[in-house]
């Protein structure tokens, strides 16, 4: 039940929402047909009303309505919300399956960008994104759409069913529907220039509490509490009387449906009350009406309106489906920014690896001067640099998760892409700046999806000089890590990744500041110990600036900040 | 303790005049809307039973009929707009005042003892606010218009047809309090896992990101965004299956609504079968039973609204009630005292969590200014000692006495400086008054002017989520400028200067060593204190 191939870039945000709708197309066709079933018993229900009034009340020969007539009356009445329930749970399902194939794009884009998605996004903003933001699409799906939908097949079959008795009736309803959507597009043009005004000011008010409470410590400390509280406070009101003035003109397109809802009940009363009493006899296809026609007709005015004001109800999905398809639109935009092959190379055992004026950044924007370098086994290079002279998009470019825009890399006398290969990472070992735990057992992080027994591990730990601290934890290698490292301090933590490198015996270690987070003994131990890996065939770049390293290194690269950005 | 549920009255009750205005309006407009259907009906097979002689055709009053559905209409629109305007209006000045309650509240606790995830505690506490602002607005208008529209009901039943009445009185009943209460039930129950669900898709999601270099040069990226995306298809099902559970709640009570509308209807044929009402009613009563149903269904939301924003109210009161509410037992003496000085006695510390002892019967003193360094290897429990030295923990024995200064005279700078989502001048400020000049001194002194000078808007630039991000050697700057403005007597430090270039952090200490000669300062560091003037340092 493939849909047509997703287009490489969504015209609008409206288009995207669409597409990703269309993944539910079998829920979809259920739920309009349960529309029409909910109009074709609207109608029915309405018209059984009008017929059992008129026999009753108007006929010349009065009859009450018969049993078989209350049994359709009472089956009319209940099958409307099961109906509704029906549609809720056809919604529903129609909403997962969307939801779950909204997640799979974004999951596929985000590592198809890889490192790629910073600075452009950050975690919290993606996480919010694949959790939070996403789950609010649940109510666009399930019920928006359906009601959208019910929307546009309700006032049409009304017009069709009313024009069967009258003309005029369905005129009045004619003419005012299409008001509505005028009326709405210029009311909604004016809220949103008063509000674009002020939008950033709205948004940075509305988001104040959550960001106090989420850094609550400094206000803490600064024993400001009361006066933060009062600013709170002072926001939070300059915040409704911006809002309630965006919210003047917001309303009043509420305020129209609810007119036009209520004064075409109030003109088919009158009209036909005039016309029973032969006022005029205007407006109907016969020069007489009856009751029943009567009945049917006001029974039906108010059922017009009525989904076009449940879809107003529901705005708030449509405007957070909205911003959804924002973020969604930025992160696709970046992908086609950033796209790149994925063709698989062959990646010699390495032997040399060799630099010629290599820059790495985008192509546009080159971060550092041109470097050169060979290294062989054995051999130790320092990157040395400020911050911002790009050592860390020079270590992940050699690891492969960034392209190298100019420059070549040559890995044993062969131009090598790196760029996104396997084959490549299971030769080095890359340590990151933050040590990159996860919340789980000690064994876990180590392992991470491979298998290694408990005497590979310790002899793992112990080339990081993290043995005795592991045997001291309670549960030792079972010593689960809680929230960003738990009670492990930053050099532990460290020295825990380091031995998740060793564990594969990488043939090059890139090391992105070790040392930064150790204390003088355990740096010095931890620089041991890489001479041990290089005597044994390893090699090692790392940056670092930290001068104490230096005379461990065998070559010293000194990196270099393009000084113009647009040179 | 306060009692947050007789506060959220008093708030309501203070803002009386917008909230009864807002809900009188909603019953006026509901009302209206009502009635204009019940009217219209009756003016229709009023005017019909009429049009059939001539004689009555002409007697017939449709004046009244007419302006009173005209007026009806009117009433209804303006109603309409009036309320939401009002009872908007009346949410915000609740949630106004509620938010800077709600902030005292919170911030009066201490959420670091608890070592839980800050996105968990804090997407939890929002959630509950959020519940609680939207009381007034989802469950006392739509709960108080229910109630309004069933009395209003069975009023005009009693004045047209009392015997309908009481067969419809069981009904009210059930759609108005049982089913509704079944249905917060319903609502209450997983409230909690859903919470929970969601914050644990979101810290895996944000460990996703966060390792996504590891995880990738592993090859675990795409497994762990499998199982992601499979946990969160579960969720999305288990979500669907208790909305559905929900939704046949829903069910019941508009059948029951169902058969309140054929009851009446039925009961008005047999009425005007015995003479006992005239035809013209018949109509009227079916469209007040169906326009009363239509209101009447909203009520399970609004009660399932209300006992979520109780729960809230409750759940904030027994937080504040049942955590440690840690009473600070740091001791100051002497706080007039020229001289001023630490003294820590046989302090020890045992993280309650993971029965590791950090810190074992710990002893120093220390009289008048210095620079202290903290020197031992990673874990050695530098950080907490720091942090019982704040009062932010408790010493599980032992105790720290001060002499010659109060509590608010200590400073600590944290490993993380959290960055408020406000102006670079309201960071550092932090609500003391500075001047500008002192702000331009603080940033030269923390090497940040030149960066600051080139912010779009200086010192009015914002920082934060969403706004300009400074990074971590800039967040740690400003911490220390934070400090610096702040002018303490006693100033913990924690890795001030990680992640900063080994020469800026030699500057910069040996020029906060300069300005803070006079002070006593406690600083943990393990890589400059060897090029700084040797000062005291406690090997831990």
């Not at chain 1, 911003?323 to 920014?337: D, F, K, T, Y």
């Not at chain 1, 770049?541 to 001068?547: L, V």
């Not at chain 2, 009002?86 to 915000?92: K, L, V």
């Not at chain 2, 939890?124 to 606010?129: A, K, S, T």
């Amino acid at each position: 039940m493939k849909t047509n191939p997703r287009p490489e870039n969504f015209k609008s945000k409206a288009d995207l929402l669409k597409w990703f709708g269309k993944v539910a197309s079998r829920h979809n066709q259920l739920l309009t047909l349960l529309g029409f079933f909910q109009v074709a018993v609207t109608i029915s229900f309405a018209w059984l009303v009008a017929t059992l009034l008129d026999a009753a009340i108007f006929a010349e020969q009065t009859s009450l309505p018969s049993m078989a007539d209350w049994l359709v009356l009472t089956a009319l009445l209940v099958i409307r919300p099961i109906l509704s329930y029906l549609q809720s749970w056809a919604g529903n399902q129609a909403s997962i399956k969307v939801r779950a194939e909204i997640r799979r794009f974004t999951l596929k884009q985000c590592f198809s960008l890889n490192i790629r998605l910073f600075p452009s996004f950050n975690v919290a903003e993606l996480s919010n994104l694949l959790t939070t933001e996403i789950n609010s699409l649940r109510e666009y799906y399930s019920e928006f759409i359906a009601q959208k939908r019910l929307a546009v097949i309700m006032p049409i079959a009304i017009i069709i069913a009313a024009s069967t008795v009258n003309w005029l009736v369905p005129l009045i309803l004619a003419l005012t529907a299409p008001l509505i959507p005028l009326f709405m597009i210029l009311v909604g043009r004016k809220a949103a220039a008063a509000s674009q005004g002020n939008l950033q000011q709205l948004n940075r008010l509305g988001n104040l509490l959550a960001d106090r409470l989420k850094n609550l410590q400094p206000i803490q400390q600064a024993g400001t509490v009361e006066q933060e509280a009062s600013q709170l406070y002072q926001q939070s009101d300059q915040f409704r009387c911006s809002t309630i003035r965006v919210l003047r003109l917001a309303f009043l397109s509420g305020t129209l449906l609810e007119f036009f809802s209520a004064i075409s009940v109030a003109l088919v009363a009158v009209y036909l009350g005039l016309f029973f009493l032969d006022k005029y006899q205007l407006g109907s296809w016969s020069t007489d009406l009856s009751l029943a026609e009567g009945v049917f007709l006001l029974m039906l005015a108010p059922e017009f309106y009525l989904p076009l004001r449940r879809m107003g109800a529901l705005y708030h999905a449509k405007m957070d489906a909205e911003s959804v398809a924002e973020h969604l639109m930025q992160l696709n935009n970046l992908v086609a920014e950033n796209r790149h092959s994925n063709h698989k190379e062959t990646v010699e055992k390495l032997q040399k690896i060799e630099l010629i004026d290599a820059q790495s950044g985008d192509k546009g924007h080159l971060i550092h001067r041109p470097i050169s370098f060979s290294l062989r086994p054995g051999e130790k290079l320092l990157l040395n640099g400020p911050s911002g002279s790009g050592k860390t998009t020079l270590l992940d470019t050699l690891a492969g998760l960034h392209s190298l825009p100019k420059g070549e890399i040559v890995i044993n006398n062969q131009t090598q892409r790196l760029h996104q290969q396997a084959a490549w990472w299971s030769q080095i070992g890359y340590m990151p700046q933050k040590p990159e735990l996860f919340f789980s057992t000690i064994r876990d992080n180590l392992c991470l999806g491979r298998t290694f027994s408990d005497a590979e591990l310790y002899s793992a730990l112990t080339d990081a000089r993290a043995d005795k601290m592991v045997r001291d934890l309670p549960g030792e290698l079972d010593y689960q890590i809680s929230d960003s490292g738990g009670y492990l301090s930053g050099g532990q933590a460290q020295r825990i990744a380091l031995a998740r490198v060793f564990l594969h015996q990488p043939r090059l270690l890139l090391l992105d500041e070790p040392t930064a987070n150790l204390d003088a003994d355990t740096a010095q131990a931890f620089l041991q110990q890489l001479q041990l890996f290089c005597n044994r065939g390893g090699m090692v770049i790392m940056a670092s600036h930290r001068p104490a390293d230096k005379r461990f290194f065998t070559k010293e690269v000194a990196m270099q900040a393009m000084r113009n950005r647009h040179d | 303790m306060i009692n947050l549920k007789q506060h959220y009255l008093t708030l309501l009750v203070r803002e009386r005049r917008y909230a009864l205005l807002g809900t009188f309006l909603a019953i006026v407009t509901t009302f209206s809307g009502i009635a204009l259907l019940a009217v219209s009906g009756w003016f229709i097979s009023a005017a019909a039973a009429a049009g059939l002689s001539t004689i009555t055709a002409h007697t017939f009053n449709f004046f009244t009929p007419g302006a009173m559905v005209r007026g009806l209409s009117i009433s209804r629109t303006a109603g309409r707009y009036g309320e939401r305007i009002t009872s908007h209006e009346a949410t915000f000045r609740i949630i106004a005042q509620l938010r800077a309650d709600l902030f005292k509240f919170v911030a009066a606790q201490k959420w670091n003892e608890q070592q839980l995830n800050r996105h968990q505690v804090s997407s939890r506490l929002l959630q509950d606010i959020h519940n609680i602002e939207s009381i007034y607005q989802f469950a006392v208008i739509p709960a108080l218009t229910a109630l309004a529209v069933s009395i209003g009901y069975l009023i005009t039943l009693i004045l047209v047809l009392p015997q309908l009445s009481l067969m419809v009185a069981p009904i009210l009943f059930a759609v108005c309090i049982l089913i509704p209460w079944l249905y917060s039930q319903r609502v209450l129950e997983p409230e909690n896992t859903q919470q929970e669900q969601q914050s644990l898709m979101w810290m895996e999601s944000s460990t996703l990101f966060n390792g996504i270099r590891t995880l990738t040069l592993f090859r675990q990226i795409e497994p762990r965004g499998a199982t992601l995306q499979k946990q969160s298809e579960a969720m999305d099902r288990w979500e669907a299956k208790t909305l559905n559970r929900q939704q046949q709640v829903l069910l019941l009570s508009q059948i029951s609504l169902a058969a309140m509308a054929i009851i009446s209807f039925w009961q008005g044929f047999i009425a005007f079968n015995a003479g006992q009402l005239e035809g013209a009613y018949i109509f009227m009563l079916l469209l007040l039973t169906l326009g009363s149903a239509e209101v009447l269904a909203g009520t399970c939301p609004a009660l399932a609204s209300l006992v979520l924003g109780l729960r809230a109210l409750s759940r904030l009161e027994a937080h504040s009630s049942s955590a440690r509410q840690i009473e600070d037992q740091r001791l100051f003496q002497n706080p007039n005292k020229q001289e001023m000085a630490v003294h820590v006695k046989q302090l020890t510390y045992v993280y309650p969590q993971a029965d590791k002892t950090v810190l074992r019967k710990l002893n120093f003193k220390q009289q008048g200014p210095e620079w202290i360094w903290l020197k031992g290897p990673s874990g050695c429990g530098k950080s907490t000692l720091l942090q019982l030295l704040n009062g932010d923990l408790n010493p599980t024995q032992g105790r720290i006495e001060f002499d010659g200064f109060q509590p608010h005279k200590v400073q600590f700078m944290p490993q993380r400086i959290d960055i408020l989502r406000a102006s670079l001048r309201d960071n550092l400020c932090l609500h003391h008054p500075h001047s500008d000049e002192q702000l331009w001194t603080a940033l030269e002194q923390v090497e940040l002017a030149s960066w600051a000078k080139h912010l779009p808007h200086g010192l009015d630039t914002w920082l934060g989520e969403n706004e300009w991000q400074p990074s971590g050697g800039e967040s740690k700057r400003i911490g220390l400028a934070r400090i610096l403005l702040q002018d303490p007597n006693l100033i913990l430090l924690d890795e001030p200067t990680a992640g900063l270039d080994t020469d800026l952090s030699v500057t910069l200490l040996q020029r906060l060593a300069d300005q803070w000669k006079d002070k006593l300062v406690i600083c943990s560091s393990h890589e400059c204190f060897r090029k700084m003037n040797q000062n005291r340092s406690i090997q831990l």
